[in-house]
């Protein structure tokens, strides 16, 4: 599987290793698309670029990183048709794919350790969403995230 990661400046390190587990040890190819070093740099433009990979079939998940997990997931969440979940314990992760379809899963680097990271990668990567009753409840999100944003289109154009 090909993954994008991204992180910011607070989870570089861990990006990093996370990244050398996905090769070394699970087998998948990775796509980084930044930070690049421990200097300052604002997360959203990284999660977009994720977000924006996956839309766009150049991977097929994505994984991001930055000090609580939350702001790299808010920001993922403004592509359309990106659904990225927060996830800090095995049954979140689990249920990030097989409830939720989420494409992307994020971490906080300052919340959680590189260990933990990567039993939480391992267990949403072994994972395939198969609808059911959480096809029809991420179809009604979708559904409802295609009204917005027709809406919100049709808002900016009279700005």
């Known amino acids: ?6 992180a910011d400046h607070n ?3 861990a990006k990093e290793e996370l990244k050398n587990y996905l090769t070394q040890e699970l087998g998948h190819e990775v796509r980084d698309y930044g930070c690049y070093s421990v200097d300052a740099v604002d997360y959203p433009g990284i999660a977009f670029k994720v ?11 994505g ?6 997990g939350i ?3 808010i920001s993922a969440n403004k592509i359309p048709g990106i659904r990225a979940a927060q996830v800090h314990d095995p049954y979140s992760a689990e249920r990030a794919q097989l409830s939720n379809n989420a494409q992307i899963i994020t971490f906080g680097a300052k919340i959680i350790g590189v260990d933990v990271m990567k039993h939480l990668v391992k267990e949403y990567l072994s994972l395939t969403f198969k609808g059911g ?5 991420v179809e009604q999100i979708m559904e409802k995230e295609k009204e917005n944003y027709a809406t919100s289109v049709d808002n900016f154009k009279k700005c």
């Open 11 to 13: 989870a570089f390190e």
């Open 51 to 61: 977000g924006e990979a996956i839309i766009n079939n150049e991977v097929e998940r």
């Open 63 to 68: 994984i991001l990183i930055c000090g609580t």
């Open 71 to 73: 702001g790299v997931a």
């Open 133 to 137: 009753n959480s096809g029809r409840k």
């Open 1 to 6: 599987m090909e993954i994008g990661i991204g």
